[in-house]
């Protein structure tokens, strides 16, 4: 039986050794440095995979962007790197209807939440686009970057924004969008219904009336299904 043991001791030592998988202790390290939020902002599941990431070269510490840039300094320090060229990325909402210019169809009496009104004919207001005002963005924001003001529409704090997309998650409307904090530019409404119509659901509604592409420089806007759509690609390049 003693011999039996030492057999599969000797064996399973074997097996140890063959099976064993290095892992850079700088993983460990930079994993530390981390905020801890899992949040996924940086594209990666949470902080440990961002940490791999970082130390494999695949990722730049700035990529994190719930870490304070002293934070990221630190890590680009400590692994010998630079911190990377990577743009602060905030949430911006796709509507500015609020209460005082958007028209109500329906006085919605349930559960306090955008999803659970959706459910209910697409929720109470005229724009079957427009932001239902309850606040599940807000909630679910763990950086308190999203409040509701007084006419019931979600507030971004770009300082406190950190790009983790629960936002976008959460919302039953898929009005918001991820973008560089530079890129002051986009469109406030998703409206698809086109010139009296979008006009008597929102007073600020998009009725696809071309102004803003005749007033635009050439190609930077234009008009698709009933809404102004901007290209980016040549917005990096013009002077707005």
């Given at each position: 039986?003693?011999?039996?043991?030492?057999?599969?001791?000797?064996?399973l030592?074997i097996?140890?050794?063959k099976?064993?998988v290095y892992?850079?202790?700088?993983?460990?390290?930079v994993?530390?440095?981390?905020?801890?939020?899992?949040?996924g902002?940086c594209?990666t599941p949470?902080?440990?995979?961002?940490a791999?990431?970082?130390v494999?070269?695949?990722?730049?510490?700035?990529?994190?962007?719930?870490?304070?840039p002293?934070?990221n300094?630190?890590?680009?320090?400590?692994?010998?790197?630079?911190?990377?060229?990577?743009?602060?990325?905030v949430?911006?909402?796709?509507c500015?209807?609020?209460?005082?210019?958007a028209?109500?169809?329906?006085?919605?009496?349930?559960l306090?939440?955008?999803?659970?009104?959706?459910?209910v004919?697409g929720?109470?207001?005229?724009?079957?686009?427009?932001?239902?005002?309850l606040?599940?963005?807000?909630?679910?924001?763990?950086?308190?970057?999203?409040?509701?003001?007084?006419?019931?529409?979600?507030?971004?704090?770009?300082?406190?924004?950190?790009?983790?997309?629960d936002?976008?998650?959460v919302?039953p409307?898929?009005?918001?969008?991820?973008?560089?904090?530079?890129?002051?530019l986009?469109v406030a409404?998703k409206?698809?219904?086109?010139?009296?119509?979008?006009?008597?659901e929102?007073?600020?509604?998009c009725?696809?009336?071309?102004?803003?592409?005749?007033?635009?420089?050439?190609?930077?806007?234009?008009?698709?299904?009933?809404?102004a759509?901007?290209?980016?690609?040549?917005?990096?390049?013009?002077?707005?």
């Open positions: 039986m003693i011999a039996l043991g030492s057999v599969l001791a000797v064996i030592a097996a140890n050794k099976l064993f892992e850079d202790p700088r993983i460990e390290e994993d530390d440095m981390l905020p801890q939020a899992q949040c902002a594209g949470g902080c440990r995979p961002f791999e990431a970082v494999d070269g695949t990722k730049n510490p700035s990529a994190c962007t719930v870490n304070s002293e934070g300094a630190e890590i680009a320090a400590y692994l010998g790197v630079g911190m990377g060229d990577h743009e602060k990325v949430a911006r909402l796709a500015a209807g609020g209460s005082h210019v028209y109500t169809r329906a006085k919605y009496e349930g306090k939440s955008c999803q659970a009104a959706s459910v004919s929720g109470g207001k005229g724009c079957s686009w427009g932001c239902l005002g606040g599940d963005c807000a909630d679910v924001c763990d950086f308190d970057a999203i409040y509701m003001d007084e006419h019931g529409l979600p507030i971004v704090i770009e300082d406190k924004c950190t790009a983790c997309n936002c976008i998650v919302c409307k898929d009005l918001f969008t991820l973008m560089p904090v530079s890129q002051k986009y409404c409206s698809l219904d086109e010139g009296d119509a979008a006009q008597q929102c007073e600020v509604a009725t696809a009336c071309e102004k803003c592409v005749v007033d635009a420089p050439t190609g930077l806007i234009e008009i698709k299904n009933n809404l759509v901007i290209d980016y690609e040549k917005y990096q390049d013009i002077d707005v």
